[in-house]
């Protein structure tokens, strides 16, 4: 039941919207005229422009002294057969190609030719200066080779780049051809031979797919990802108006000075925007439905769609909607006016975009780790349920674990709606875009400040990383130890230590408590000690447990890791290694997650702040396969850094895992990975894990009671 509250700020808001021609615009004019002219729209261009290909003669250049030898082949019988053929390749005796709606097809007449005879050179020249479409080169006496039975080589140059140089090869390729099968029949002919020598047997494929299936695997990749454009373009703007819009026309003050709680607020707006974003769901997937049903000779090309899959996509896209509702108002809720909010909302449209390529990918099946990814699970299965491959148990999980992602959107929104400073300050986040002269000094960074440098920090060191690698590996030579170590200090010591620390000067943040230069307790480094002692063989165990339902793939991390077995060989390169492996990416990653981020998300509660550094921090390590562990570690660390108030027992532990990950199998003849593709990974033997599973244990127990030793200073004067 909807509380009375919650039901006044519903109707507000939806009495608003609807009075505003936008929204109208938006969630329902859109939605009914996409499909309509989209679909007669695109086809009608279609057929324009293959009608004016068709119409078009083009020139094509042959060698000087065959003119007749090309007028003989244009006579040729057989001409017309070739004119009904697809472009395809398709035998003109075979049926329309299946599933392809007749408005959609293109006319498969070929386009004229006209024969211009040009020496090499300026055939070369005309081609790339685009005043011919193809080149012919081929001997001038080749009649006589071939009746010598001499090999004759015919070459024609076109430009890819170009439709009419494509159409004009294709068309010159089918000529060819034509004359190679009447060559063939005059030998045979001459021989008392039938075409039945040279083809013992024809092979004619059938199809036998239902229309339903066939439309289902045209529609099934690209419609998903088209309803959760639309849900998004439908949702966006309310989404908008109620927080940012509010906020710029000082409406926002007068609706929270009400005898109302922020949770009450934020649901009566969510509802609003969920309403129109569920109202825009429903009226695409009828629009495109009842489009399809009134489109004409879809009965004749054997395509039909999957009417069953439409009720389970449009109960698909209900939570979905539901999901963008709450993001899209968290978002907006962070912006001082309506142009910032539109800023901070355009990354949502990204998601549907990784999920077209993810979609399209052959292969990619919705099982594993992608029935948990939000959004592109429900463009999978909406692709499966057109396929009619779709399983209740599917439909099951993706629906009610979109519910609860739909949830924690709304949690969020109303957290972020419930800060006064989010509410009625015009800077937020956006402080690192002002003068720093005009900055307060502050004692550790505001969470917009931590989440904006680590979102520019991904994009930096992806193409800081590729640069250096483009510049320093060469593929013949492999990678040699001064390649490997540029590779791994230039993007740490410069990017994840030296961007935090100037991030903290620029913004006149305290040094000491931004990053946890604190004296831990000594209880506390212990634990840590004891944390990377056997965190290194849980981890293993885990991701052997993982391989068993996600697949272990090898690729490029199998490839680097054979590249550094050469330098574990000596006891030079293992102090290397460990350098490069262990000691540095502990010292800089833990600035900049468990200090620099972890204290932006200080003021949060705890596990909400442990989690998302331990999110953040997966992210950033790859291969995906290792991802979820990866996080699990850095929650773990994320709660050392917490406990003890000091970012040196995170150093520890963060060194002690990856230095015994690297070095410690081979001391003790573990062989915990396998290069094989598709094989689960052997797990940790009782022997090791047992020991492993207490010490870390013993760790956490230590770690805990590092925090009843550290001074308790109120959060407002330490930062923390």
């Known amino acids: 039941m909807i509380s009375p509250k919650i039901r006044a700020v ?41 009608a004016r290909l068709e119409r078009e003669v083009y020139d094509v250049a042959i060698p000087p002294g065959t003119t007749e030898f090309f007028a003989m082949l244009s006579k040729l019988p057989g001409a017309e057969e070739d004119s009904r053929e697809a472009e395809s390749g398709e035998p003109a005796a075979e049926e329309p190609k299946a599933g392809v709606p007749p408005l959609m097809k293109k006319k498969t007449s070929s386009p004229a030719l006209n024969f211009k005879s040009m020496a090499d050179a300026d055939a070369e020249k005309a081609l790339a200066a685009g005043a011919i479409r193809a080149w012919v080169n081929l001997p001038p006496d080749i009649e006589q080779l071939i009746k010598a039975q001499q090999p004759a080589k015919v070459e024609v140059q076109y430009d890819k780049a170009e439709e009419r140089s494509r159409q004009a090869a294709g068309r010159i390729e089918k000529l060819f051809e034509r004359y190679k099968r009447h060559k063939v029949d005059e030998n045979l002919k001459s021989r008392n031979l039938r075409r039945e020598f040279l083809e013992p047997f024809a092979v004619t494929l059938h199809n036998v797919a239902l229309a339903e299936k066939v439309g289902g ?52 707006k969510f509802l609003a925007v969920a309403t129109l974003a569920l109202g825009n769901a429903a009226l695409n997937v009828a629009s495109f439905a009842v489009t399809l049903l009134l489109l004409p000779g879809l009965k004749a090309a054997n395509f039909q769609l999957p009417w069953s899959a439409l009720p389970l996509t449009l109960l698909l896209l209900i939570p979905l909607a539901l999901l963008f509702a709450g993001l899209l108002l968290a978002v907006a809720s962070l912006a001082a006016n309506q142009k910032e909010a539109q800023v901070y909302c355009l990354p949502i449209y990204l998601l549907p975009m990784l999920g077209m390529m993810v979609v399209t990918m052959p292969g990619i099946e919705l099982e594993g780790p992608l029935l948990l990814a939000p959004v592109l699970n429900t463009a999978l299965l909406i692709k499966e349920l057109f396929l009619g491959h779709g399983t209740a148990q599917q439909v099951a999980f993706v629906f009610f674990s979109t519910c609860l992602y739909a949830v924690g959107t709304v ?34 960074p505001k969470p917009g400040d931590a989440l904006l440098v680590l979102a520019l920090l991904f994009p930096i060191n992806f193409y800081c990383q590729l640069a250096l690698a483009k510049a320093l590996l060469d593929p013949a030579a492999g990678l040699r130890p001064a390649q490997f170590s540029v590779l791994v200090l230039v993007p740490q010591y410069l990017l994840f230590l030296g ?13 000491a408590r931004t990053f946890l230069w604190r004296k831990p307790a000594l209880s506390g480094l212990l634990g840590a000690a004891c944390l990377g002692c056997g965190s290194w063989l849980i981890a293993q165990q885990l991701v052997s447990w993982q391989s068993h339902f996600w697949e272990y793939t090898p690729g490029d991390m199998g490839a680097l890791d054979k590249a550094l077995v050469p330098l574990l060989a000596s006891a030079r390169g293992k102090v290397l290694m460990v350098f490069l492996i262990g000691l540095t990416p502990a010292l800089c990653e833990e600035h900049l997650f468990r200090g620099f981020l972890l204290q932006g998300l200080r003021s949060s509660r705890k596990w909400l702040a442990l989690l998302s550094v331990g999110l953040i921090f997966g992210a950033y390590h790859f291969p995906l396969f290792k991802q979820p562990v990866v996080m699990l570690l850095g929650v773990t660390l994320a709660y050392v850094a917490w406990q003890t108030s000091s970012i040196w027992p995170g150093v520890l532990f963060h060194f002690l895992h990856n230095s015994l990950s690297l070095l410690a199998p081979a001391a003790l003849s573990l062989e915990l990975e396998t290069p094989a593709a598709g094989k689960p990974l052997p797990g940790v033997p009782l022997k090791f894990l047992v020991p492993a599973v207490v010490l870390f244990l013993a760790g956490l127990w230590l770690v805990r009671r590092a925090r009843a030793k550290v001074v308790n200073v ?6 923390i």
Do not use: C, N
Request: net charge positive; aromatic share 8%.
């Open 10 to 50: 519903l109707v507000k808001e939806l009495r608003d919207l609807l009075r505003d021609r936008r929204t109208i615009f938006a969630a329902v004019v859109v939605p009914l005229l996409l499909w309509p002219v989209m679909m007669l729209g695109m086809s009608e261009v279609a057929q324009m422009a293959q």
């Open 217 to 268: 695997s045209l529609l099934g990749a690209v419609l998903p990802l088209l309803f959760i454009v639309m849900i998004i373009t439908g949702s966006i703007y309310p989404a908008i108006d109620m927080t940012a819009g509010e906020k710029e026309r000082s409406t926002l003050e007068t609706l929270v000075g009400m005898p109302v709680r922020p949770i009450e607020i934020i649901s009566g």
């Open 411 to 444: 949690a969020l929104a109303a957290r972020v709606f419930a800060r006064e400073e989010v509410l009625f300050s015009a800077q937020g986040s956006l402080r690192l875009f002002l003068k720093r002269r005009f900055f307060k000094p502050a004692l550790h």
């Open 499 to 511: 961007l935090p620390l100037a991030a903290a000067w620029y913004l006149k943040l305290d040094f």
């Open 714 to 719: 109120p959060s407002h004067a330490s930062g």
